[in-house]
Antibody, heavy 118, light 107 residues
Framework: EVQLMESGGGLVQPGGSLRLSCSASGFTFSDYTMHWVRQAPGKGLEYVSAISNDGGSTSYADSLKGRITISRDNSENTVFLQMSRLSPEDTAVYYC???????????WGQGTLVTVSS | EIVLTQSPGTLSLSPGQRATLSCRASQSVSSSLAWFQQIPGQAPRLLIYGASSRATGIPDRFSGSGSGADFTLTISRLEPEDFAVYYCQQYGSAPRTFGQGTRLEIK
C-alpha cells in the first residue's frame, strides 16, 4: 500500500523557518517525481514545488521562489520542503504528492498543517 | 506559468441533474489536464487524467473532454456524494498549476 506521511508542521512565528518532511513507503520512491501542494484554510489548491526522481531537477511556484527549497533523500525515501521568511499567508495544509514524470498525481498524503502566527 | 480559469465558481444543482464544469488554460496544455474532486477535510482524489481518461475506480457518470486550452468535466447524473469541490490541473508544463476550483452544491 502506498503511504505518504507528512510531518514537521506546527506553529511558527512570522519571519521564521520550517522544514517539512514526507516519508514514503509502499512503492519504489526513486522512480517518482515528488511534489508539494498547499491549501490555505477555506481556499483552493496551490502548487508549491516539485523534484525529479533523482533530485536533479526542481521547480517552484513563481509566488514562492526564493523562499523555499525542495530536496530528497532516496536512501531514506523522504522528500523535504525548507521554507523561510514565513508570513501568515503561508498558513496552510501542506500535502506531499507523487507522480511519474509527465503523468498526473496519483497519490496524496493526508497533509501537515503549518500555522504562521505570533 | 500557465493560468487555469475554472467556471462557474459555484454550481447549484439537484441530485439526478447533469453538471458541466469548465476549465480554460492561458496557453495550450495539449491533453495534459487532470480533474480532482475534494471533499472537505480530505485530500483531493484524481478523477480524470489525459483530459478524458477516468482514473481507477471512478464511476462512468464522470467524463472529461477537450484539448489544447478548453476542457470540460461532466457528471451525467449527480449522486449525493458528488457534491464537493472540483479542481482542474495541468501537468504538461512546470510548474504544474491548478484552477481555483468549482464548488458543486446541492440546490
Amino acid at each position: 500500500e502506498v503511504q505518504l506521511m507528512e510531518s514537521g508542521g506546527g506553529l511558527v512565528q512570522p519571519g521564521g523557518s520550517l522544514r517539512l518532511s514526507c516519508s514514503a513507503s509502499g512503492f519504489t520512491f526513486s522512480d517518482y517525481t515528488m511534489h508539494w501542494v498547499r491549501q490555505a484554510p477555506g481556499k483552493g489548491l496551490e502548487y508549491v514545488s516539485a523534484i525529479s526522481n533523482d533530485g536533479g531537477s526542481t521547480s517552484y511556484a513563481d509566488s514562492l521562489k526564493g523562499r523555499i527549497t525542495i530536496s530528497r533523500d532516496n536512501s531514506e525515501n523522504t522528500v523535504f520542503l525548507q521554507m523561510s521568511r514565513l508570513s501568515p499567508e503561508d498558513t496552510a495544509v501542506y500535502y506531499c504528492v507523487r507522480s511519474i514524470i509527465g503523468k498526473p498525481f496519483d497519490d496524496w498524503g493526508q497533509g501537515t498543517l503549518v500555522t504562521v502566527s505570533s | 506559468e500557465i493560468v487555469l480559469t475554472q467556471s462557474p465558481g459555484t454550481l447549484s444543482l439537484s441530485p439526478g441533474q447533469r453538471a458541466t464544469l469548465s476549465c480554460r488554460a492561458s496557453q495550450s496544455v495539449s491533453s495534459s489536464l487532470a480533474w480532482f474532486q475534494q471533499i472537505p477535510g480530505q485530500a483531493p482524489r484524481l478523477l480524470i487524467y489525459g483530459a478524458s481518461s477516468r482514473a481507477t475506480g471512478i464511476p462512468d457518470r464522470f467524463s472529461g473532454s477537450g484539448s489544447g486550452a478548453d476542457f470540460t468535466l461532466t457528471i451525467s447524473r449527480l449522486e449525493p456524494e458528488d457534491f464537493a469541490v472540483y479542481y482542474c490541473q495541468q501537468y504538461g508544463s512546470a510548474p504544474r498549476t491548478f484552477g481555483q476550483g468549482t464548488r458543486l452544491e446541492i440546490k
